[in-house]
């Protein structure tokens, strides 16, 4: 039996060229299938039924060579793709080419950025570009993660362990606006935490007065959370006055940005995140507005002395004597062991767009919510739920119960003809379109309208 080629070697990389093609002419092959449209017709069922007709044999006794085109035109055939105008449910970028082509690279050579024997020059890079997105927010280092889940985490993590989580001034507590991202009270769970302070957002956002009050009287030590880019509306919290009333009462702030950090890029945007320097720690995600395959998460931190927290020895990693001689120590990066060098395909894309593209794709996409926006509330047949922040855009048939408005989604999905989110931030179920296409055009937002007039039960 001749032994598979390796993917790194000089003879790797040169099997690879045959193989790419395989692969996208089964990307092709599989969109087609789709024809054309975002995801597949016929709901789970018949997708299931057709990957497990198609699969057949998970481990065969002997191997198929025709498995690579086998499979990825399945995969491709019953995916949602996110780089259709009518796929626009949620916080889910379609990645630039030049940083999918990066992310093959990474993959390729496969370095493991826990320590720097596995991955010197990765583990470079990912310094000079982590301290420079750092510095975008007046922070002084920053954290790659798998997304805002972990970057939420992290910062509670973090929190806890800067306050003496043992002291004698109790537990860290949460407070949070219920607005907030579903993970910040998984994180408290997960970190043996008090449950959350809740403090209502009957507008959407958290408000100085609201969040005062919360705080008013309430035990030390307190690590506020602020939202910039909510996921059900896109809104975003004022920070500059939650940030003084934060410092009035010796609170730290954490900002969850997942969403809204991608207005940075945009000279015309950025404005929005004012007073996002003053937080302790910010959570990034560049597989949303950055336009990144997954994952691509950031957590900036304002105080480095926080790292000490993370700080783990294992003597085969990061031995003291290898420390001490000028090895670089990585497990102190992150609280994961083996990590991809995701930091390769973002360094690609700041490289290779620059501030000014990247502010472009920003710019295009916030308009197009506009633009959406405006198209919904001049059609007498929908309402539109406000202006939009980013590039989300809430709408609802006029008229319409919660339930005919949640079958239209359901039949939309089912015939494969558009792909909407759902949200309900006033107690009523509403559509949801995050635009994060820029390639998307005025008639497609056109016929995504028709399509929910069409599919919207009488």
């Given at each position: 039996m001749t032994t598979p080629p390796l993917a790194s070697t000089a003879g790797g990389t040169t099997a690879l060229g045959p193989l790419l093609d395989t692969v996208l002419d089964a990307l092709r092959e599989g969109a087609e299938?789709?024809?054309?449209?975002?995801?597949?017709?016929?709901?789970?069922?018949?997708?299931?039924?057709?990957?497990?007709?198609?699969?057949?044999?998970?481990?065969?006794?002997?191997?198929?060579?025709?498995?690579?085109?086998?499979?990825?035109?399945?995969?491709?055939?019953?995916?949602?793709?996110?780089?259709?105008?009518?796929?626009?449910?949620?916080?889910?970028?379609p990645p630039l080419a030049v940083a999918a082509a990066a992310d093959l690279a990474a993959t390729v050579l496969n370095p493991s950025l826990d320590s720097w024997d596995q991955a010197p020059a990765a583990s470079a890079l990912e310094t000079l570009v982590t301290k420079a997105l750092a510095k975008e927010v007046h922070a002084a280092d920053a954290l790659v993660t798998t997304g805002g889940t972990e970057s939420n985490q992290l910062a509670l993590l973090l929190a806890r362990e800067t306050h003496h989580p043992h002291g004698p001034h109790g537990p860290l507590r949460l407070v949070r606006g219920a607005n907030a991202?579903?993970?910040?009270?998984?994180?408290?769970?997960?970190?043996?935490?008090?449950?959350?302070?809740?403090?209502?957002?009957?507008?959407?956002?958290?408000?100085?007065?609201?969040?005062?009050?919360?705080?008013?009287?309430?035990?030390?030590?307190?690590?506020?959370?602020?939202t910039a880019g909510t996921t059900d509306a896109g809104l975003i919290d004022p920070l500059t006055d939650l940030a003084d009333v934060c410092a009035a009462h010796g609170a730290r702030l954490h900002v969850d940005a997942a969403y809204g950090g991608g207005l940075l890029f945009s000279d015309h945007h950025r404005h929005r995140l004012n007073g996002l320097d003053?937080?302790?720690?910010?959570?990034?995600?560049?597989?949303?507005?950055?336009?990144?395959?997954?994952?691509?998460?950031?957590?900036?931190?304002?105080?480095?002395?926080?790292?000490?927290?993370?700080?783990?020895?294992?003597?085969?990693?990061?031995?003291?004597?290898?420390?001490?001689?000028?090895?670089?120590?990585?497990?102190?990066?992150?609280?994961?062991?083996?990590?991809?060098?995701?930091?390769?395909?973002?360094?690609?894309?700041?490289?290779?767009?620059?501030?000014?593209?990247?502010?472009?794709l920003v710019d295009q996409v916030c308009a197009l919510a506009q633009e959406f926006a405006t198209l919904v509330d001049a059609h007498p047949r929908f309402d539109l739920y406000g202006t939009p922040t980013i590039s989300t855009v809430l709408f609802r048939p006029t008229g319409a119960t919660d339930t005919a408005v949640a079958d239209t989604r359901r039949r939309l999905l089912h015939d494969g003809q558009a792909v909407l989110g759902r949200a309900a931030p006033d107690g009523r179920l509403w559509l949801k379109a995050t635009l994060l296409n820029?390639?998307?055009?005025?008639?497609?937002?056109?016929?995504?309208?028709?399509?929910?007039?069409?599919?919207?039960?009488?």
């Amino acid at each position: 039996m001749t032994t598979p080629p390796l993917a790194s070697t000089a003879g790797g990389t040169t099997a690879l060229g045959p193989l790419l093609d395989t692969v996208l002419d089964a990307l092709r092959e599989g969109a087609e299938t789709r024809g054309g449209a975002p995801l597949p017709a016929g709901g789970p069922d018949t997708v299931t039924t057709h990957l497990r007709h198609t699969v057949g044999e998970v481990l065969p006794r002997h191997g198929d060579p025709d498995a690579l085109r086998t499979l990825v035109r399945a995969f491709a055939a019953g995916a949602a793709d996110p780089a259709h105008p009518l796929c626009a449910a949620h916080l889910h970028c379609p990645p630039l080419a030049v940083a999918a082509a990066a992310d093959l690279a990474a993959t390729v050579l496969n370095p493991s950025l826990d320590s720097w024997d596995q991955a010197p020059a990765a583990s470079a890079l990912e310094t000079l570009v982590t301290k420079a997105l750092a510095k975008e927010v007046h922070a002084a280092d920053a954290l790659v993660t798998t997304g805002g889940t972990e970057s939420n985490q992290l910062a509670l993590l973090l929190a806890r362990e800067t306050h003496h989580p043992h002291g004698p001034h109790g537990p860290l507590r949460l407070v949070r606006g219920a607005n907030a991202h579903h993970s910040l009270p998984r994180a408290a769970w997960l970190l043996g935490l008090p449950d959350p302070v809740v403090v209502p957002t009957p507008g959407g956002t958290l408000t100085p007065a609201a969040l005062d009050e919360a705080l008013t009287d309430l035990p030390r030590p307190i690590l506020v959370n602020a939202t910039a880019g909510t996921t059900d509306a896109g809104l975003i919290d004022p920070l500059t006055d939650l940030a003084d009333v934060c410092a009035a009462h010796g609170a730290r702030l954490h900002v969850d940005a997942a969403y809204g950090g991608g207005l940075l890029f945009s000279d015309h945007h950025r404005h929005r995140l004012n007073g996002l320097d003053r937080a302790h720690t910010i959570t990034l995600d560049l597989h949303k507005l950055g336009w990144q395959p997954i994952a691509a998460g950031l957590l900036a931190i304002h105080d480095a002395t926080d790292l000490t927290a993370l700080r783990h020895r294992a003597d085969y990693l990061n031995a003291d004597d290898d420390t001490e001689a000028g090895l670089p120590d990585l497990l102190g990066r992150s609280p994961r062991t083996t990590r991809r060098p995701d930091i390769l395909k973002i360094a690609v894309t700041l490289k290779s767009l620059g501030r000014e593209g990247l502010g472009a794709l920003v710019d295009q996409v916030c308009a197009l919510a506009q633009e959406f926006a405006t198209l919904v509330d001049a059609h007498p047949r929908f309402d539109l739920y406000g202006t939009p922040t980013i590039s989300t855009v809430l709408f609802r048939p006029t008229g319409a119960t919660d339930t005919a408005v949640a079958d239209t989604r359901r039949r939309l999905l089912h015939d494969g003809q558009a792909v909407l989110g759902r949200a309900a931030p006033d107690g009523r179920l509403w559509l949801k379109a995050t635009l994060l296409n820029p390639h998307t055009r005025p008639g497609d937002l056109a016929t995504l309208l028709k399509l929910v007039e069409g599919h919207t039960p009488a």
